[in-house]
């Protein structure tokens, strides 16, 4: 289960606002920050809809433990240089 505190997290790491976010996952402004405050206050295919806008921004969600020992957290994908162009470099002069 994700938490409030990891969609905040990673929502900071990349630089997003929660305009933004809500834009990107066809939001209101209003259930982004309802996500933010209690997760478990929201429907699941809301805090779905933030997820994969996250994951598409190349944000990984951890699990409790999956790094070792330690709680839930977030962090940035790897990414391979063959991936193609990473989401905050994409623009208008290389869009296809």
Do not use: C, Y
Request: aromatic fraction near 2%.
């Amino acid at each position: 289960m994700i938490t409030s505190a990891q969609l905040r997290g990673a929502r900071a790491m990349i630089g997003l606002s929660t305009e933004e976010l809500a834009a990107d996952s066809r939001l209101s402004v209003a259930s982004i920050e309802a996500l933010e405050t209690d997760v478990g206050s929201v429907e699941h295919h809301t805090l779905s809809a933030v997820r994969a806008a996250l994951e598409a921004r190349g944000i990984l969600f951890l699990a409790s433990g999956s790094q070792g020992v330690g709680g839930p957290g977030v962090r940035l994908k790897s990414w391979d240089e063959d991936e193609g162009i990473r989401p905050e470099n994409l623009n208008a002069t290389n869009d296809d």
